[in-house]
């Protein structure tokens, strides 16, 4: 089946800094990602939409400098978060979709838990 | 944009009981999925299915896309079917470009 990856699978960083966070498809090609966001106890939310070789979508209330999202190739985007502060901490998850898949399934990554001190 | 709703919020059971998990949606979708959350926050994929009838083992869900619901029935519970469910749906105009919209999720807690 279909995997998805993601490195880090948590990460702690101090105020201020940067964090990259990666998301591979590893057995097919993804034209299209998607980034979540999970806090504590609550649902998942959709951050932005990553396409290949352009700029991401980014859903209402996202602040697009602050998660940087970088789709370079058909197998890997990148969410940077950008002077991170507390407030950012949480549980981020990819998922992608395989272009020549038969239906529209979505394969999501574990997760990358971040914590920002 | 798309609204789910997934009930019950919370649900306590005994070891060996039958459940049943229901996901509204408010419009016609391409993609249904279920996930169970495991505790390290994993989605493990239960079932994708935007309408019909699918079994897996003692899960299985049924999802009638006119009337717009899905169910996911886990049958003689599992501690270890503990956790969080979630249904995630994207609407029929995202044509498989779009995101899924998550519902709050039900917190199943199985005891011994």
């Known amino acids: 089946g279909a995997v998805v990856s993601q490195h880090p699978s948590w990460v702690i960083c101090k105020s201020g800094t940067s964090v990259k966070i990666e998301c591979r498809s590893l057995d097919f090609q993804a034209t299209t990602m998607f980034w979540y966001r999970q806090f504590p106890k609550q649902s998942l939310m959709l951050m932005a939409t990553?396409?290949?070789?352009?700029?991401?979508?980014?859903e209402q209330g996202v602040e697009k400098d602050k998660f940087l999202i970088n789709h370079a190739s058909l197998t890997l985007s990148t969410l940077t978060v950008t002077s991170a502060h507390p407030e950012d901490s949480s549980f981020y998850i990819c998922?992608?979709?395989?272009?020549?898949?038969?239906?529209?399934?979505?394969?999501f990554g574990p997760g990358t838990r971040l914590t920002v001190t | 944009g798309i609204q789910v709703e997934q009930s019950p919020p919370d649900l306590i059971l005994q070891e060996g009981a039958n459940s049943t998990l229901r996901c509204n949606f408010s419009d016609s979708v391409n993609n249904l999925q279920w996930f169970h959350q495991n505790p390290w926050g994993q989605l493990i994929n239960l079932f994708y299915?935007?309408?019909g009838t699918k079994q897996n083992g003692r899960l299985s869900a049924t999802t009638v896309a006119t009337e717009r619901y899905s169910l996911l029935y886990i049958s003689s519970s599992q501690t270890t079917d503990s956790g969080v469910y979630f249904c995630a749906v994207e609407g029929y105009s995202g044509g498989g470009a779009d995101g899924l919209t998550f519902g709050k999720g039900t917190h199943l807690i199985i005891q011994p």
């Open positions: 998922s992608a979709r395989d272009p020549w898949g038969a239906n529209y399934e979505q394969y």
């Open positions: 299915i935007p309408s």
């Open positions: 990553s396409n290949e070789g352009s700029k991401a979508t980014y």
